[in-house]
């Protein structure tokens, strides 16, 4: 009872300890930099510079002329950056070009109606957004026909073969349906995601051929017209009127290459490391969105031209780690210049991306996110970017700012120009979708985080503009991304140990967080899954003290002296150790508290047969994991025969993280826990051992 009662007290002083994080201190907010350093980057940087950057690039989309197209041309965005860089005297500036294949350009698109009117309906030149990427070259005279939302079901019985069909459906998804599928001409759609909040956006749609009921088929055209012009023409259409249209298309295919703009901040010591910065300049050579993403490449910009200033004047001293930075196209510029570099990549610290980080967070009702690295790449940058987001975010909220005595406000960060507002933010578990999962891919293995505003209600749409950022949120952005790179490209043993401390600190709440997941579980337990609510609980977290300690063992890589920084993070790790033990002891007294109040008994814990299988099972990767750096190591995943595959069959979805959490510690069991902690569906233990299979099968890990 001694020994349980000491448990318990245990168990309730950390997570006590763990919770208080969430009590925020208004008048104590702390940054790993000094305060004068901070002071100079805040001071320097220019939310209005970044703001006028996108405003140049992306404050309107723009019809790309041929003469940006071919192997000795530049875009205009990457020529405009290009000039900046120069402009500003960055060092290492570099354009660096990779083949791509051809790609679609609109010359014209016009949709007039000529009967029983004439009036125009919609013009590529009046919004690119019009003409569905993809439409191919037509001159058609055809009257339209309404179908709904465009299904199957409402499609059938219609006769649509050489009509126009307008519908309130996605334009590529009816124009598969009626024009691939049934012979019709052409698609006029007036589909939008969020109508209702802004009727004049339009996604940004595409169409392509396929297979049609005869054979092949290709493309036709689609125009896209807003909800509210939309409406006028399905309620005529619903009236009974007869009407037809002339459209006009005239679409080329060009020859283009991937463009990508790099430049560097050299530190003091070539050999110990760098961090690097990334941001896409494009997603296709058609859309060009003003906060997707071009705020995240000018935050770039004014990223690099701060540091750079600071660093050259003599304001902050100049760190031992290179800062490096890299814009271009969305995984497809990113994957190759990270692919060339392999050399380097062994030698990058972390990764910070920045997507959609120029919104006016409560024009746009969303949130500046911080979203972290997987259990499957650990690193500190997570804390250390959370460190940031903190500082700016809660020495800037009205709470604060509203109270009678000003000195209690940690540091206002307003620009001159933009909203004077609360920094609405968020950390977040992790999501990809962006150039980071280029980093954090299994043959690089560098960590990346990324940030972004989310939700964003112009998402890939045409309202995707300079009107919809502003200056305040970027120069808080590009305060975070210069604060945090430069703390760890500055960091010595203190540091490293500064933030080894943080990191623990955060890592208790972290597994308070699981100690609440654990005690819901079992509070929704019945007498029959009382046993697997209790071993989930029990998984979360161990999963997460392994994460933790790995989190701080990643620290030592910013260590001279190894064995000091090595004894600091070994006694966190063990404060790690102590919460998770804590909180297990708190599991099971809950455990034996909710089967009292079920009329069973409490469940004791044995492992199953599998279970004692995969926890003596201990994966490494092999060589030709990284051999071919980005994506290199799936040629080999897909020369694993058939009848091995067959043997060992795979379902779950989780295959990526799966992959990540093989580093020669982490046991199969180990790798189940993680995964299940991670994600809203559980992988089956045995999936976990077949994809092994597969994987050692494919000479890429030895068990």
Wanted: proline share 5%.
């Amino acid at each position: 009872m001694r020994k349980w009662r000491a448990f318990l007290f245990l168990a309730a002083t950390l997570f006590a300890a763990s919770l208080a994080l969430a009590q925020m201190t208004p008048w104590l907010q702390w940054t790993f930099l000094p305060r004068n350093i901070m002071d100079e980057i805040i001071g320097e940087s220019s939310g209005e510079n970044a703001w006028k950057a996108i405003m140049e690039t992306g404050g309107y989309d723009k019809d790309r002329p041929a003469s940006e197209y071919g192997p000795d041309s530049m875009f205009y965005e990457t020529a405009f950056f290009l000039a900046k860089l120069k402009e500003y005297n960055l060092p290492g500036v570099e354009l660096v070009r990779f083949p791509s294949g051809p790609t679609w350009d609109a010359v014209k698109g016009e949709l007039w109606e000529v009967e029983p009117q004439r009036q125009k309906l919609a013009s590529y030149r009046d919004m690119a957004a019009m003409l569905a990427t993809g439409s191919t070259t037509a001159d058609v005279t055809a009257e339209l026909v309404w179908v709904g939302l465009g299904r199957k079901e409402d499609l059938a019985g219609k006769d649509v073969a050489g009509k126009i069909v307008v519908t309130e459906g996605p334009a590529g998804t009816v124009h598969r349906l009626a024009c691939v599928d049934m012979g019709a001409a052409g698609v006029i759609s007036m589909y939008s995601n969020r109508p209702y909040f802004d009727p004049l956006q339009l996604p940004w749609g595409n169409v392509g051929g396929g297979r049609g009921q005869e054979g092949a088929v290709p493309a036709k055209f689609a125009f896209q017209i807003p909800p509210r012009e939309g409406d006028y023409l399905k309620r005529r259409l619903l009236a009974g009127q007869k009407i037809k249209v002339r459209a006009q298309v005239v679409t080329e295919t060009r020859p283009a290459d991937l463009q990508d703009l790099t430049w560097h901040i050299p530190g003091t010591d070539p050999d110990a490391g760098e961090i690097i910065f990334s941001a896409h300049l494009f997603e296709g050579f058609v859309k060009q969105g003003g906060n997707d993403d071009i705020s995240g490449c000018a935050a770039l910009l004014e990223i690099g031209r701060t540091l750079n200033t600071l660093i050259n004047e003599g304001r902050i001293p100049r760190p031992k780690r290179t800062i490096r930075f890299l814009m271009g196209p969305e995984f497809s510029g990113t994957g190759p210049w990270v692919k060339a570099h392999k050399e380097l990549m062994e030698k990058t610290l972390c990764n910070i991306n920045l997507d959609m980080v120029g919104e006016w967070l409560s024009k746009n009702q969303s949130f500046m996110c911080l979203m972290r690295t997987t259990y499957g790449n650990p690193h500190y940058i997570n804390d250390v970017m959370e460190n940031y987001y903190r500082f700016v975010g809660e020495g800037n909220r009205e709470r604060v700012q509203n109270r009678s005595n000003f000195d209690l406000v940690p540091r206002r960060i307003v620009a001159p120009t933009g909203a004077d507002e609360p920094f609405y933010y968020s950390i977040e578990t992790h999501y990809g979708a962006s150039d980071h999962e280029v980093f954090n891919d299994w043959g690089v293995r560098v960590p990346g985080i990324m940030m972004i505003a989310w939700p964003d209600r112009w998402y890939h749409t045409s309202g995707d503009h300079v009107d919809k950022s502003d200056p305040t949120q970027l120069k808080r952005v590009v305060i975070i991304g210069a604060a945090a790179a430069y703390t760890i490209a500055a960091a010595d043993d203190a540091m490293a140990m500064k933030i080894a401390g943080e990191t623990t600190s955060n890592g208790t709440s972290r597994l308070g967080h699981q100690l609440a997941r654990g005690l819901e579980e079992l509070n929704g337990a019945t007498r029959e899954t009382l046993g697997e609510a209790y071993k989930t609980a029990c998984a979360y977290i161990d999963a997460a003290v392994i994460n933790e300690k790995a989190t701080l063992e990643t620290v030592t890589e910013l260590a001279v002296d190894k064995k000091a920084v090595g004894e600091y993070v070994a006694v966190m790790q063990k404060t790690i150790d102590a919460v998770g033990k804590a909180h297990l002891a708190t599991l099971d007294m809950h455990m034996k508290a909710v089967a009292r109040s079920l009329g069973t008994a409490p469940v004791n814990l044995q492992p199953t047969e599998l279970e004692k299988q995969a926890a003596k099972i201990v994966p490494r990767e092999t060589a030709r994991v990284r051999m071919n750096g980005y994506q290199g190591y799936r040629e080999f995943i897909n020369q694993v025969p058939s009848e091995v595959r067959q043997k060992y069959p795979v379902k779950t979805r989780y295959t990526g993280e799966l992959q990540l959490l093989i580093n020669g510690r982490n046991s199969a069991l180990d790798i189940k826990k993680m995964l299940d902690a991670q994600h809203p569906t559980k992988t089956d233990l045995q999936d976990v051992l077949n994809y092994l299979e597969i994987l050692k099968a494919a000479g890429l890990v030895e068990m």
